[in-house]
Nanobody
Framework: HVQLVESGGGSVQVGGSLRLSCVAS????????MGWFRQIPDKEREGVAG???????SYTDSVKGRFTISRDNGKNTLNLQMNSLKAEDTAVYYC?????????????WGQGTQVTVS
């Protein structure tokens, strides 16, 4: 059983930065694709960034050039560095583990961390 625990959310001004972390237990995240998602009330959950087991990354267009996903294999931790934050980045952010090494479908989710940009 995999557990994912996010941290690092909070309130920040427009243009500021936050770094989200997701500590995993129960399995080794480098074996899988990992992703960051976000959701605002009454909207579908949106994929923000992903990192596959080979290290290749992908981003939704709205965060390209501002967000960076990374993985610390020694700490079994997934990170999301968010710079130049905008009000529209406000959401609950979730980390998730994929079934496979590439972006296919996610089977474990964290509890989420709130990011508020104003």
């Amino acid at each position: 059983h995999v557990q994912l625990v996010e941290s690092g959310g909070g309130s920040v001004q427009v243009g500021g930065s936050l770094r989200l972390s997701c500590v995993a237990s129960g399995d080794t995240i480098s074996r899988y694709c990992m992703g960051w998602f976000r959701q605002i009330p009454d909207k579908e959950r949106e994929g923000v960034a992903g990192i596959e087991s080979d290290g290749s990354t992908s981003y939704t267009d709205s965060v390209k050039g501002r967000f960076t996903i990374s993985r610390d294999n020694g700490k079994n931790t997934l990170n999301l560095q968010m710079n130049s934050l905008k009000a529209e980045d406000t959401a609950v952010y979730y980390c998730a583990k994929d079934l496979l090494t590439r972006w296919v479908g996610f089977d474990y989710w964290g509890q989420g961390t709130q990011v508020t940009v104003s």
